[in-house]
């Protein structure tokens, strides 16, 4: 109940702040108060609500829906408190919760100074009520009695939770997905800021206070982005970090835009031009995020993707859809009431070689990036079918090459008028050494001409923004935050350049105790270990150790395996040694029990063959079906059994066998048959194969075991199968990303700091 | 630069990219279709079915590949061979999406995802199984 009634509190009150600061904006000043009176109400009544799903998570209350279906009391306290977004109804809530955090900071930023709080916070507890509406439809605090209603009678309290997906069960839940929707929630701001300017039509000011929000929304998105990347490299095994999978995309997607607009505003507070740029950017990228959440939680891409999505059920689907195109429709009637005026602004600098216009062309090269990216994204909604995963890259190359290059020339422009002289002559130190590198490059094997191309581009780029760092550096320049940014992209894109192009794979199998040569490591498997997972105690998981020695150097990898019960399936974890220059990786395909029949000991049979094993004479005539039809639903359903029917001849007897097999949910059990006082010979109907006439007939796989020869068997050993892997320079693009992060980071500190004078 | 030439500039950039777009797009395009229809297309494509438990099902280490049989939403059965292992969820997977070509009489896949709702829309009857 308690629930519930906050939200539906929360949601008025939204509301009520939302039409007071709207009055406010018409002129009613005695408004503000109440407007900011109600927000405050608002955000206590959001933070109460998270704090009490949290209580209720902590204390196990699986009467509730949603804390039964993601919870359970075995889980360790990190993972505990990360059940709280694991599912769709507390990302909600999380999505919310957030953005009610940086609503607090939102208003009592604008209301210092001249700063749209009218018009900025109309806009913004619109978004809130909007979030507050989803989670009435679709509330984390629906009790099991009425979210199953019909199978659970009323008051039922279940003593244990269904438990967190084991693909999450590790450290990057508990940090990713918060700060990823920090940086969601905190885009709202841009958005918010661009219609307010429009409803204030006052086109100048508004790039200066809302920039450290744009920096600051570009930092937390990107970093929350590599995490998840992180997430995938380390974790889950995708053996990369990226996989252009559309719920990583559509968080990137509205990353490009905000960096973009970045540019084009820095641009804007020099020379005055590229004011509707600035206000398109800005509210694009919220539209964006507000796109790509209905595309991973509507459901609609639902055979696309990697990540499991559900179907939210029909009201969640039409409220964001509503929710979508009532802030596009907003936004374009915001555009058309103010077209005239927009229509008068006045437009940038005429020359080309200056540092505005390459901004902009930059900013458009990011664009194209973003669309490029939405338009596969997108895709699977309008037509019957997807996009290989190689479209992006290849599409994204040539996008990335020109943005590294207009970055390093952008730099070395001046604003408004440059003389052309001296821009060529600071070509020359950071093109010849980045030409150097690449030579050198090209040599040690860097042969395709696009990656030579990408390669010099972010070499270019790294060596223009090293001189200026440096120089800023010494200076004491405040601008040193955009050098730094510059200078760990470059190192992100030579890091991807490095890790994925030249990155060497090899399939493994590996015998016990043998040993096998690979990327010049000795590799041994030693075994598997059971061990305990503190957060897991249904599932028993092992570690298969696998020595790696090179030069007298010894370590063990434990790459992890192990059978999930609330999966039914294999899980498994790959496993990394970290060198400087390159990270080995080690991911598990599976293990190879040995074979129960030896090769010579299985015989494929065509339906009628007869022939001649041995002193014995053996003849396949028919399946025995019993009762079942062929390709019928036991088949499927994988629990039937089935015999061959054999006529065994010997020079003293004849006689007819039936062995069978027996499957349990798909899992073989084999029948023996012996010939009548006669212990020598088993026989065992191993497998059938009901492949057409074209392709040879129906065959049946009989195993005959002859006892005299069981002790001389040569026994294979059990064999992990796994994939090796050499990451060269990875660790180059996780400091790249790192360094970009503290860039964006003493950005917003400049930034900040211009504002205060 | 003048408007006219940074508007010139700006649509000369989008036409190029456009162009280089949509061809690359024609060539990435993953098609849903049926057994049927697979044989009739070279390039890569999608078949959407479901794993025929009841058939053999294993994997091969020496080549790394995983296969098994598949009926399509047609019914048409075919033998799957995956570069790869067995994917995750394989074994409660209520349809299975294999992304690939035909290819001698098999169907040749580079990826399969496999689908499970079912294990994140829990029903009502495995709340009351729950902790018992």
Known sequence: MIGKVLIHIFFITAVLSCVSFFLTHLGKEKFLKFGRLFYHITAVGILSTAAYLMYLILTHQFQFAYIWEQSSTDLQLPLLMSTFYSGQEGSFMLWTTMTAIIGIFLLNYVSKGDRLEPQVMSVFTLIIAFLGFILILKSPFLYVWEKFAGDVEYGYIPAEGRGLNPLLQNFWIVIHPPTLFVGFSSLAAPFCFAIGTLMKNRYDDWIKFSMPWLLFSGMILGLGIMMGGYWAYGVLGWGGYWAWDPVENSSFIPWLIIVAAIHTMIAQKRTGGYKKTNLMLCITSYLLVLYSTFLTRSGILGDSSVHSFVDPGYEVYLSLIVFISLFTLISIFAIVYRYRNLKALTAGTNKMLTRESTLFIGSITLCAAALVILAGTSWPIFSKGSIDADFYNKMNLPIAILIALINGISLLLKWKQDDEKRFFKSLIFPLTLAFIVTIGLVIIGVQDFLIALFALASLFTFFVNAELAVNAFRKKNSSIGAYIAHLGLALVFLGIIASSKYSKEENLSLELNKPVDAFGYRLTYMGATPFEDPNNKTDIKYHFNVRVEKDNKELVLQPVMYYSEYSKGLMKNPDIANFATKDFYLAPMGLVEPEIFSEDEMHELKKGEERKIGELTVQFSDFDFGNIQQGGKEIQSGNYSIGALLKVKDSKFIENLEPKIKYTDGTAEYMVAKISGNDQYSFYFVKMSVQGEDLGGPTATIAIVNKKNISQKPRTDETLVLTASIKPFINVLWTGTGILVLGFFLSILKRRKELKK | ?132
């Open chain 2, 1 to 132: 630069m003048s408007k006219k030439s940074k508007t010139i500039t700006g649509i000369l950039i989008i036409l190029v990219f456009l162009t280089i777009g949509f061809m690359s797009f024609m060539d990435s395009k993953i098609e849903y279709v049926n057994f049927d229809e697979a044989k009739n297309r070279m390039r890569t494509v999608e078949v959407k079915g479901q794993w025929v438990k009841g058939k053999e099902s294993k994997f091969d280490a020496v080549t790394n590949t995983f296969s098994f049989y598949m009926v399509d939403d047609f019914n048409r059965e075919m033998k799957v061979v995956l570069d790869g292992a067995k994917p995750n969820n394989f074994d409660v997977a209520e349809a299975v999406v294999a992304k690939g070509k035909m290819k001698d009489g098999y169907f040749h896949a580079k990826d399969v995802l496999t689908k499970c709702p079912s294990k994140y829309e829990a029903d009502g009857k495995e709340v009351k199984m729950s902790g018992s």
